[in-house]
């Protein structure tokens, strides 16, 4: 059973900055994808970003793509979401997912495991 624990996010005016981690309790984080979702009231929860469990690829949503970069640091079981040039719509709860495969997938359902999410409010 791998957990997810998360932090960072907050409150930012458009164009600012934020850090998002994704800390893991599983030694063997290395063997895990990881992905980004956010999720707006009302709406589903959408793919932001994902990596391979490597860290050696990334994918990003077209809404994400020039603005965030994830990415992970195996040996300190964590991974990352960076988020610049941020707009009022990128105002969601923010959750990291963790797959037990090589590589990443953009479906929630292909993620066994969630983080608590957290949330990400940006002001115009």
């Known amino acids: 059973q791998v957990q997810l624990v998360q932090s960072g996010g907050g409150l930012v005016q458009a164009g600012g900055s934020l850090r998002l981690s994704c800390a893991a309790s599983?030694?063997?984080?290395?063997?895990?994808?990881i992905a980004w979702f956010r999720q707006a009231p009302g709406k589903e929860r959408e793919f932001v970003a994902a990596?391979?469990?490597?860290?050696?690829?990334?994918d990003y949503a077209d809404s994400a793509k020039g603005r965030f970069t994830i990415s992970r640091d195996n040996a300190k079981n964590t991974a990352f979401l960076q988020m610049n040039s941020l707009k009022p719509e990128d105002t969601a709860v923010y959750l990291c997912?963790?797959?037990?495969?090589?590589?990443?997938?953009?479906?929630?359902?292909?993620?066994?495991?969630w983080g608590q999410g957290t949330q990400v409010t940006v002001s115009s």
């Open positions: 997912a963790a797959r037990r495969a090589l590589i990443m997938r953009r479906a929630p359902n292909d993620y066994e495991y």
């Open positions: 990596v391979t469990s490597s860290g050696g690829l990334a």
């Open positions: 599983e030694r063997s984080f290395s063997s895990y994808a």
